[in-house]
């Protein structure tokens, strides 16, 4: 069964880092591209970051900088590195996957998506 599971969610203060993990199973995600989203309350699901098949990484232009999207694919894993967190970062992250490989922070192109991660910054 194809599957995407999420960790690393927690809670922070201003300025803290967090990782968060996506491991896929039931497919390898070498001729995948992989995506971070993230949905704070009362807005619509944004994209934060990508990494394509061949490993070239793209962000939003707010969060470059900061984030850092990472994968190894011997462990079918992708990472999202958070540094220098702020409360606007506070949303409910997911890591999705697209078999097409392409670069993109497009909701509608992600065939399978990991259950979400609550990503808490506050004092």
């Known amino acids: 069964q194809v599957q995407v599971v999420q960790s690393g969610g927690g809670s922070v203060h201003p300025g803290g880092s967090l990782r968060l993990s996506c491991v896929a199973s039931g497919f390898t995600l070498d001729y995948y591209a992989i995506g971070w989203f993230r949905q704070a309350p009362g807005k619509e699901r944004e994209g934060v970051a990508c990494?394509?098949?061949?490993?070239?990484?793209y962000y939003a232009d707010s969060l470059k900088g900061r984030f850092t999207i990472s994968r190894d694919n011997a462990k079918n894993t992708v990472y999202l590195q958070m540094d220098n967190l702020q409360p606007q970062d506070t949303a409910v992250y997911y890591c999705?996957?697209?078999?097409?490989?392409?670069?993109?922070?497009?909701?509608?192109?992600?065939?399978?998506w990991g259950q979400g991660a609550q990503v808490t910054v506050s004092s």
């Open positions: 990494i394509t098949s061949n490993g070239d990484t």
């Open positions: 999705a996957t697209t078999y097409y490989g392409l670069r993109s922070l497009a909701t509608a192109v992600y065939d399978y």
